[in-house]
């Protein structure tokens, strides 16, 4: 089920950033099907992509209607955590996305060799049930 929120406007040093697609994997049926813990209902999804919609105050370099890549690991958000930055601290967004979008542009880098399948937000349950089959890894939900 795909339910749609109000936020708040960007508060200090946070952007918002308006999803346009996002993948799941097997790990998110996991979660679902309640394999490894966890309560329901829960935010699931990996490597968001989208259009940075809002900038909050202190927010320099990163433009609104530019596209960003959200690299999400969900478990952060289930327990009502925001997403506010890099999980790992290396990355400098404001380079490197933007480089690794025309990496992509110019064929570069080979990314839709790694989605088994688009869909639809109103077909998430059929998304859901190829990888419970096993007939998909990564399947793309388009917003």
Do not use: K
């Not at 979660?31 to 990996?46: K, Q």
């Not at 909050?56 to 690299?71: C, H, K, S, T």
């Not at 955590?81 to 999980?87: K, M």
């Amino acid at each position: 089920m795909v339910e749609e929120v109000t936020l708040e406007p960007p508060q200090q040093g946070e952007v918002e950033v308006q999803i346009a697609a996002c993948a799941i994997y097997q790990s998110d049926l996991h979660r679902l099907r309640g394999d490894w813990g966890g309560e329901t209902p829960l935010v699931a999804g990996h490597q968001a992509a989208g259009v940075i919609s809002a900038v909050g105050p202190g927010v320099n370099g990163l433009p609104a209607n530019r596209e960003a890549e959200v690299p999400i690991n969900t478990r952060h958000l289930t327990d009502g955590r925001w997403l506010i930055g890099s999980l790992m601290g290396s990355t400098q967004a404001a380079v490197d996305i933007p480089r690794l979008v025309e990496a992509y542009r110019q064929v570069c880098l080979f990314l839709d060799e790694l989605i088994s399948q688009r869909y639809a937000p109103e077909d998430i349950n059929a998304a859901l049930d190829s990888l419970e089959r096993g007939a998909a890894l990564r399947n793309v939900i388009g917003f």
